[in-house]
């Protein structure tokens, strides 16, 4: 039976209930682990996930296992780096990009397994866009399970690279002088809970929670 490790940093990252349920499912055909951290790692596998891991997994680790995959929401090389998919909807592309890859040491550079594409229609909030981003690295679990005898990895061209910078929680903030039309990309990826978009005015700092009707 195929062993399979998954990796996720955070069990307050909403992709992390996603996990769990994939491990449910997946149960009978695989042995699954799921951990927050590769130090929780005690036994060689055959495949290992990092999933929003936040850690730099280094060779000693990945060499527990066969294969240790990354998945990274833009179009490598394009975009490597923190968050591709937030800025990705900031900039008002219509299309997110999802890579699954080998990890290196150096971030974002490893041969590509397989990529997926994710349309949006520009009316998503950021559940929505979690939901369409989360079912796409799920079924990209399981291609890479079904065909990791097969699979046929493609390296990255160096030429076409760049790099995305960190988000932090001062990139939710909202420009009172500029409408909401022209910050609504900035608005409907802001998670409400954990990185909630806001404003100043007159001193004091407000919160902003978009819904849909």
């Not at 209930?17 to 799921?34: A, F, H, Q």
């Not at 596998?45 to 929003?52: E, K, N, P, R, Y």
């Not at 891991?53 to 394009?78: G, M, N, Q, Y």
């Not at 699979?151 to 903030?173: F, H, M």
């Amino acid at each position: 039976m195929l062993r399979v490790t998954l990796i996720c940093s955070d069990k307050n990252h909403p992709v992390f209930k996603c996990l769990e349920m994939w491990k449910e499912v997946n149960s009978k055909k695989y042995t699954i682990d799921l951990f927050t951290s590769i130090n929780e790692v005690s036994a060689r596998g055959d495949i290992l996930f990092l999933v929003s891991c936040t850690e730099i997994v280094k060779t000693r680790h990945r060499e527990l296992f066969d294969h240790t995959l990354v998945l990274h929401a833009s179009d490598l090389p394009k975009n490597r780096g923190w968050s591709p998919h937030i800025w990705a909807v900031i900039n008002g592309e219509s299309k997110i990009v999802l890579s699954l890859l080998e990890a290196e040491d150096k971030v974002d550079t490893g041969r590509i397994w397989k990529k997926i594409d994710i349309q949006l229609d520009g009316t998503e909030l950021y559940d929505e866009i979690n939901k369409k981003l989360f079912d796409a690295e799920l079924l990209l679990l399981s291609w890479a399970c079904e065909n990791i005898n097969s699979v046929k990895p493609q390296a990255q061209d160096e030429i076409a690279s760049n790099y995305l910078r960190k988000r932090t929680p001062e990139d939710s903030e909202l420009n009172i002088n500029q409408s909401l039309k022209e910050q609504f990309n900035q608005l409907r990826v802001c998670d409400p809970e954990r990185f909630p978009a806001y404003f100043y005015i007159n001193g004091c700092k407000y919160k902003i929670k978009v819904e849909k009707y």
